[in-house]
């Protein structure tokens, strides 16, 4: 058995608005993950038929992001046809889990060298399209919660009105995503990460706006309010926008896990290796607050506490989600989303996970840090948790 999980590579697409106008919309779903794969195996020179597993993310397993993206990716990469692959949901936190899935098969001495994946196109498969109209539930999740689940941008109101956020605090906390992410692209912070897509004339984060204030969301009109749900939670004064929520977005990125000893034997430099994972389920209405216990479970079971980690990223689904996690943690804002987050480079919901771990490596190594966790609420009440060790 391995005694250690190593990363090796973590790359990704420029994120791409995930309208018909976006500049990755153009690309086939299949095509866009195939071109990450394919960097991947490039620029680390390795032989793609000594990968033991692909295990790639996507919300939306539908249409041209059915059948398996995964492994159609990987034929589309031109790997040999011997290397298999499989796709996942764990909703936003499907490529996350990917990853966890790849570094516990490695620990547990049943594969050698893994790609973990995540592959999102919103302008070609608009999310909730995957319901296909039909009732995802059934009556007995409907006589559980007989009121009736709500949409994730109702819970993002919910946990904002809970924990008191005004709609100037969201909105400050979206122009922070912002402004930290224009000054990471303009410093070239992302040049190691972001990989060309082919055919695409473009390296830049599309959904990054660097003029954005306070002063310029604040004439946004809430995003999710209708009658009935204003009836049903009069508490609620609706400060949730488009503004202060992640946009729809194109991506997809990847990471290559693997043994330490296959590692050393490719004469591969590991860049970080996995210390602890933890995964919670949390309370459906209120979905996304699983971030806050899943950030506990996973620091006690990696014995640290919040003054060992340098860094944090925590997926900003809705500006209120990081919010609440800072307040209940009381992490040191600073570490949190240092080169801006998922407000300003977008939510490709399968890829999101992969997304942040690519970040998250490339900064530990640009500061130094020796640690980072990463943490990703999830559509249905959930979350997963994951602490890296920069090598």
Same mark, same amino acid.
């Given at each position: 058995?391995?005694?250690?999980?190593?990363?090796?590579?973590? @790359?990704?697409?420029?994120?791409?608005?995930?309208?018909?106008?976006?500049?990755?919309?153009?690309?086939?779903?299949?095509?866009?993950?195939?071109?990450?794969?394919?960097?991947?195996?490039?620029?680390?020179?390795?032989?793609?038929?000594?990968?033991?597993?692909?295990?790639?993310?996507? $919300? %939306?397993?539908?249409?041209?992001? %059915?059948?398996?993206?995964?492994?159609?990716?990987?034929?589309?990469?031109?790997?040999?046809?011997?290397?298999?692959?499989?796709? @996942?949901?764990?909703?936003?936190?499907?490529?996350?889990?990917?990853?966890?899935?790849?570094?516990?098969?490695?620990?547990?001495?049943?594969?050698?060298?893994?790609?973990?994946?995540?592959?999102?196109?919103?302008?070609?498969?608009?999310? *909730?399209?995957?319901?296909? !109209?039909?009732?995802?539930?059934?009556?007995?999740?409907?006589?559980?919660?007989?009121?009736?689940?709500?949409?994730?941008?109702?819970? =993002?109101?919910?946990?904002?009105?809970?924990?008191?956020?005004?709609?100037?605090?969201?909105?400050?906390?979206?122009?922070?995503?912002?402004?930290?992410?224009?000054?990471?692209?303009?410093? !070239?912070?992302?040049?190691?990460?972001?990989?060309?897509?082919?055919?695409?004339?473009?390296?830049?984060?599309?959904?990054?706006?660097?003029?954005?204030?306070?002063?310029?969301?604040? !004439?946004?009109?809430?995003?999710?309010?209708?009658?009935?749900?204003?009836?049903?939670?009069?508490?609620?004064?609706?400060? $949730?926008?488009?503004?202060?929520?992640?946009?729809?977005?194109?991506? =997809? +990125?990847?990471?290559?896990?693997? %043994?330490?000893?296959?590692?050393?034997?490719?004469? /591969?430099?590991?860049?970080?290796?996995?210390?602890?994972? +933890?995964?919670? *389920?949390?309370?459906?209405?209120?979905?996304?607050?699983?971030?806050?216990?899943?950030?506990?479970?996973?620091?006690?079971?990696?014995? /640290?506490?919040?003054?060992?980690?340098?860094?944090?990223? $925590?997926?900003?689904?809705?500006? %209120?989600?990081?919010?609440?996690?800072?307040?209940?943690?009381?992490?040191?804002?600073?570490?949190?989303?240092?080169?801006? *987050?998922?407000?300003?480079?977008?939510?490709?919901?399968? +890829?999101?996970?992969?997304?942040? /771990?690519?970040?998250?490596?490339?900064?530990?190594?640009?500061? &130094?840090?020796?640690? *980072? /966790?990463?943490?990703?609420?999830? &559509?249905? !009440?959930?979350?997963?948790?994951?602490? @890296?060790?920069?090598?």
């Amino acid at each position: 058995m391995s005694t250690e999980a190593v990363i090796v590579d973590v @790359i990704r697409t420029p994120v791409g608005r995930g309208k018909p106008e976006g500049i990755l919309s153009g690309v086939h779903p299949v095509d866009l993950l195939a071109g990450v794969l394919d960097a991947l195996v490039s620029r680390n020179d390795l032989d793609p038929a000594l990968i033991d597993d692909v295990i790639g993310g996507c $919300v %939306s397993q539908i249409g041209e992001q %059915s059948y398996n993206i995964t492994r159609n990716a990987v034929l589309a990469a031109g790997f040999p046809e011997t290397v298999p692959g499989t796709t @996942i949901d764990r909703q936003c936190g499907s490529s996350q889990q990917a990853a966890t899935f790849a570094a516990q098969a490695v620990l547990a001495g049943h594969a050698d060298i893994v790609i973990a994946c995540g592959v999102e196109s919103m302008s070609r498969v608009p999310l *909730g399209s995957s319901a296909a !109209g039909a009732d995802p539930y059934g009556s007995r999740i409907r006589a559980r919660y007989p009121d009736g689940l709500v949409g994730q941008g109702v819970s =993002a109101e919910l946990i904002a009105a809970k924990w008191g956020f005004s709609r100037e605090e969201l909105d400050a906390f979206a122009a922070r995503s912002h402004r930290l992410a224009a000054a990471a692209g303009e410093s !070239g912070a992302f040049a190691t990460e972001v990989v060309p897509v082919p055919g695409v004339d473009a390296l830049a984060d599309e959904t990054v706006r660097p003029a954005t204030t306070v002063e310029s969301l604040a !004439g946004l009109n809430p995003a999710f309010r209708t009658d009935a749900l204003a009836e049903r939670f009069p508490e609620l004064d609706w400060r $949730v926008t488009p503004g202060n929520s992640s946009p729809l977005t194109d991506g =997809a +990125s990847a990471a290559l896990i693997m %043994s330490a000893e296959a590692a050393a034997k490719l004469d /591969l430099e590991p860049r970080a290796r996995f210390r602890a994972f +933890s995964v919670v *389920g949390s309370d459906p209405l209120y979905m996304l607050t699983g971030v806050i216990p899943a950030t506990e479970k996973v620091l006690a079971r990696a014995g /640290l506490v919040h003054a060992d980690i340098d860094a944090y990223e $925590v997926n900003e689904a809705f500006a %209120s989600v990081p919010l609440a996690w800072l307040r209940e943690t009381g992490a040191d804002a600073a570490k949190l989303n240092p080169r801006g *987050g998922a407000i300003a480079l977008g939510h490709a919901l399968g +890829s999101s996970g992969t997304r942040l /771990l690519t970040t998250l490596v490339n900064q530990l190594e640009a500061t &130094g840090g020796r640690l *980072g /966790l990463q943490t990703m609420c999830e &559509g249905g !009440g959930m979350a997963n948790a994951t602490v @890296i060790e920069r090598l």
